[in-house]
């Protein structure tokens, strides 16, 4: 079993910055892929942005550009940098890891959730 324990939500200003940091209390194939989702209210979750072991990141549309997922493996840590946030950006966010995680097939582990908001 692999717990994520995430960090760093907030309430901020549009156009400011906050950055979110999970850390997942091992290693392995079994975390190769590291994500950030997210679930606005009333809204379906989305994939924000993922990072594989080889540090391959992709993003969603609405925010490339903006943010940036990049993980340090010694820390088994992955962080979202997210700039030039909007009040769309209001959420709560989700760390997700597994072997392999896409849009519509997260990882197996969940982080409990930090909540992000942007007002205007």
């Known amino acids: 079993q692999v717990q994520l324990v995430e960090s760093g939500g907030g309430l901020v200003q549009a156009g400011g910055s906050l950055r979110l940091s999970c850390a997942a209390s091992?290693?392995?194939?079994?975390?190769?892929?590291m994500a950030w989702y997210r679930q606005a209210p009333g809204k379906q979750r989305e994939l924000v942005a993922v990072?594989?072991?080889?540090?391959?990141?992709s993003y969603a549309d609405s925010v490339k550009g903006r943010f940036t997922i990049s993980r340090d493996n010694a820390k088994n840590t992955v962080y979202l940098q997210m700039n030039s946030l909007k009040p769309e950006d209001t959420a709560v966010y989700y760390c997700?890891?597994?072997?392999?995680?896409?849009?519509?097939?997260?990882?197996?582990?969940w982080g409990q959730g930090t909540q992000v908001t942007v007002s205007s």
């Open positions: 997700n890891a597994g072997r392999f995680v896409t849009a519509f097939n997260p990882g197996n582990y």
């Open positions: 091992r290693s392995g194939f079994s975390i190769n892929a």
């Open positions: 990072i594989t072991g080889g540090s391959s990141t």
